[in-house]
């Protein structure tokens, strides 16, 4: 790469680069999130088995494919929904749980944004009054706590773990060589 490009990379060698089987992938930029990087990673990828975990707020759109492809064997996310047209369950996602080839961790938009936030800030939990008392919160043990208040309210105050990518994909309107880049409202 010469230093007139900068940190620019064609979207196929960044995925080859940056990619890999196994991650953590979060999908992130609106409700269609990063289509092109999308189908770069199905045609580098597809047939060949890489058990990514998909985090996204909402599953929809060429995200779903990933899922189709059978690229991805666990989702973390809110919502997997076709939203467009009327709001029901996406059948991609329910063939892949009828076929057990996929497992969700579900959160509330706001509790998953909580966990990344906690995750890019490098502390390994955020406070939430989000998921506390719901099924949610029973069914994410592992990654939901409460306690008391440390500062003697005498309320119990919920945690969400951080959670971390192995790399967020991000589609943004403009960028410049030197990475950095405005992301458009969704």
Known sequence: ???EQGKLLDLQEAVSRYVKPGMK?????????????VCEIIRQYQGRN???????????????????????????CSVCANIAASGRPSRVIQAALERGLLTIENWTLNSLQQRLMAGASGVPFMPTRSVTGSSIAAEN??????????????ERIGLVAALVPD??????????????????AP
């Open 50 to 76: 890489p058990d990514f975990t998909l985090i996204q707020s909402t599953v929809t759109g060429h995200a779903l494919n990933l899922v189709h492809t059978k690229l991805v064997s666990k989702l973390v």
């Open 141 to 154: 043990e592992e990654a939901f706590k409460t306690v008391d208040d440390p500062f003697g309210s005498g």
């Open 167 to 184: 790399i967020s994909i991000i589609h943004g309107c403009v960028a410049d060589a030197d990475g950095n880049t405005i992301l458009c």
């Open 25 to 37: 992938l979060h999908l992130a930029g609106g409700i269609g999130g990063p289509s092109a990087a």
């Open 1 to 3: 790469m010469s230093k």
